[in-house]
């Protein structure tokens, strides 16, 4: 398969036709995308009541292909009830994510059991008493409830009020497994754990760096915004150890100009070893403040710990962060000289930072790295973690963590006189572990993949086993219905975000109140999942407590409470009847006071880890692909590397020989923590030597269950891996 030259550009554009064509003219999924619904993908923030398509900025035409794709999974026919009959649960874990997710819009609930072959469709009636039995028999704390960034305000503090009120912290959601170091690190740094500034900062910086992601990929809707950067005469430095195609050329659909003739985005472009971040960042610190552009009174009046982390600089040897981080000293200084020049710098990554097992402090290095040039606490600067998904944020900031922020405990105790549980509760793998232990029960899971977005494949599907009931409310089939299966295992088919009854709200990753005002509902059997929450809390617990359940089935009654109890939040209960969006106060420094204890930002010092791999090996990252979105295939080509298939470890050509392989010769791939094959090895001269490539979810059987001690974010990237050559005809395992 032949790579394109540029991101997004005409493929994009034959790809929207033939999306419009699948669900019925592009007439159709125009209004579709048009509907004054929050955009269902990533959390750059988009539609809502200025109507789909339109940023925060209020720009239009904004749209990318991650919307179109979800959209277009959403609008796919219902699955017809022969299909349970036709496909047992071997047929099903036999087929590819890709292929589970193009087989329809669950419609019914359905059912398995251990030692049965299929599932079974049951009756809405059957499903509520299987889980409403089951909730009742058991002890709070062997339960857990699991909660994806697809779901919206109301469902997802609905939701996390139930499992409290029943007894049990154990309240986690996807943001473990992706941006739990970045709110770490960032809380530990200023206080708040989200972006520093607003959209309009980033649409006036002079350098923006974006590091360890792909945005053109994974939040194409950005490069706009790196677009008029580069147009007003900014540098975009990329740091990744993979040229990516779309971050050196992209070609944004909605403007003329760079469609016909694209746009330059990396002014700049930096390969690190994988892991190596960490030793680059303190390297560029190092050099800034040799150079004396560190601003020394801001630094006094507004952090903490400089005098340490000065020291630390100047102790640092730069010959040996240059080869931790795989960067010639060379390349550092160039990188030096353009922060050194910039009036207006903007901090941006994803997971390359956080997938590692010091994502915290990559996190806290970046916002050194911030600071000491001041880049913080006024506008058009600071720091942006692009977030994954729509409303993950939005999830964390209405109270789904194990640990409820002190604020919203204190309130919902005053406001409501409620009973809330005090235990630690367990983050996303320890609930995994625990349930491999035998230690749960019940899973509960708003929306997402849990097996899919697990480290170590096999085993999440053995823990999940053990469990005795596991519930999933989801729109279409994932890998995590075939794998994910406890002795009994119930899916109940909830509406998309734009076919809720009733509107419902999404937080941006820029701190953004949106609104949905949802639609009509495109199949006869989905709920909405405040409806489905609402009833299943009324029947477990006691109606005549403090929360009236019943009346929850109204989402402004949800969010009256969310006003009361979350900070931040009070202009939510109005927002439906007012239709003003908003930003959510005390997050967005503009001014350098910061919400830490001394009101001033906290500096950091680091040890340097040393990821570079021993000699035969190769450091290995899970990546996803450009027709991916999160653990959801929609597309097995991945058209901006040029690969046609997904069962293969991209690799430098020079490592070939080194390594005793042959260019697209079938190897397996070992890690510590497993092996997968036959894998196809193919050369990419777009890696640096020393580094592979392989695609998340499939690889995760590579993936240990090792994780950043302060986030419990696992490591899916700097994974040691061998390369062995096979005989042909093995099959894959893992």
Known sequence: MKRVRTGGGWPAVL???????????????????????????????????????????????????????????????????????????????????????????????????????????????????????????LPADETFWYFSGRSSNEAGFLLQLFARMYGTNNVNNCSFYCHQASGVGLTNTFGSGTATLVLDDVEHADLVFVIGGNPASNHPRLMSTLKHVRRRGGEVIVINPVVETGLTNFSVPSDPWSLLFGTKIATLYVQPHIGGDLALLTAIGKRVVERGAHFEDFLTNYTDGWPELKQRLAEADINELSQLAGVSIEQIDEITDRYCKAKNAVFSWTMGITHQAHGVENVEAIGNLALLRGMVGRTHAGLLPIRGHSNVQGIGSVGVTPKLKDAIFERLQSNYNVDLPTSPGLDTLACMEAAHDHKLKLGFCLGGNLYGSNPDSPYAAEALSRLESIVYLSTTLNTGHAHGLADETIILPVLARDEEPQPTTQESMFNYVRLSDGGPARHEGPRSEVEVISHIARRVLDSSGPVDWAAMENTSRIREMIAKVVPGFDKIEQIDRSKEEFQIAGRTFHEPQFPTASGRAQLHVHEIPDTRPAEGRLTMMTVRSEGQFNTVVYENTDLYRGIDRRDVVLIHPDDFEPLGLTPNERVKVKSSNGELFPIEARPFDSIRPGACLMYYPEANVLVPRRSDPRSKTPAFKAIEVTLEPISAGAAVVG
């Open 15 to 137: 790809y929207s036709l033939s999306k419009a064509r699948q669900v019925g003219g592009p007439w159709k999924l125009w209004k579709a995308l048009r509907s004054r619904n929050a955009c269902k993908t990533c959390a750059v923030g988009m539609g809502g009541q200025k109507g789909g398509m339109v940023n925060e900025r209020g720009t239009f035409p904004e749209v990318c292909k991650k919307g179109m794709q979800a959209m277009v999974a959403d609008m796919q026919p219902g699955i017809e009830t022969s299909f349970w009959a036709e496909r047992s649960i071997p047929q099903l874990r036999a087929m590819s994510p890709r292929d589970l997710e193009h087989s329809g819009r669950l419609t019914q609930p359905v059912r398995v059991r251990k030692g049965e072959s299929h599932y079974t469709p049951i009756s809405w009636d059957e499903a509520y008493e299987s889980i409403v039995r089951k909730l009742k028999s």
